[in-house]
């Protein structure tokens, strides 16, 4: 096997253009299980470790190569709260926004934050870049629009970042586990919700009906909490798999939605 370490997004895309087959490696929390499995064995390596430019990151922007151990440190309550939950510290020193992309896992924690707020995913490869929303990018289960020779450059958040974020996920215990369900509620001062569903579809889902329904809701009661909690499950897809079966789900995401925009509405 062998293994490149460009110092550039400029010659990270050489590499790939060289060797269209190689494997793109950034923490190599998702890969590496896979190659220690034995169900990849790549034989050219481009490691995105020692790229800078993916590792930009400010109020609007972050690149795919910051870790979550630095995205726990976030002001955006939403995004230190589910980066705080991924793995355990090695996995957060090591995985990454973009690899979360990359896999693009129903479960991927950081994704229901990306689709709550409406960010947009930047693309680069040799012929310039492309910007899509998450919703082109994220197209089924750990299927993405990543075209061959294109490397994730990051998320574009938006201008408006909502004022109220808050992220919660469910899974068979409280660390080190892939999630049973999560959401990313987020809340503005006008009262505008947007809930993102993660685990319980083919891939994050937007709960747009419950999301209107509260958004017209001023100073939501008991009742419209209610109505809410079962517009999120009634909107959720999920199935059953080993690790949980779809009512479960379906109950959970629910109640984890109620929870998430109760914290938002503090
Ligand atoms: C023990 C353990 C616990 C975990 N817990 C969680 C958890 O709680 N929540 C969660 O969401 N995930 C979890 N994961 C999964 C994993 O940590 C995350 O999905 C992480 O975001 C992957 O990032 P990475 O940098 O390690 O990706 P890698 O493994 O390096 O790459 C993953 C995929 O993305 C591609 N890729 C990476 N960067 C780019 C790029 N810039 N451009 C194009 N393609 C790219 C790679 O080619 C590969 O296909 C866990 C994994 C383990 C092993």
Redesign the pocket.
Known sequence: MEIVRPDSVAGVLDALASHPDA???????????LVNAGALRPEYVIS?RHVED?KAWNARFIG??VTYARLEESEIAALAELSR????PQ?RA???????L??A?P????LPFLAAVDATIELVSKHGSRTMPWDEFLIGPKQNA?EPAE??LGAHLPDDMPWRTAFAKIGVRQA????IASVCVTRNEAGETTVALGAVGPTVLRARRAEMMVSAEKDPDEAALDEFQRLVSEESRPITDHRSTAEYRRMAVGVLARRALERCLV
Do not use: R, W
């Open positions: 494997l793109v490696l950034a923490g190599g929390t998702d890969t590496m299980v995105l993916l795919a190569g939950t991924v793995g355990s996995i090591a995985g990454t926004l973009g690899g979360n990359g896999t896992s479960a991927g924690d950081a990543l490397i994730i080190m586990v892939i999630s």
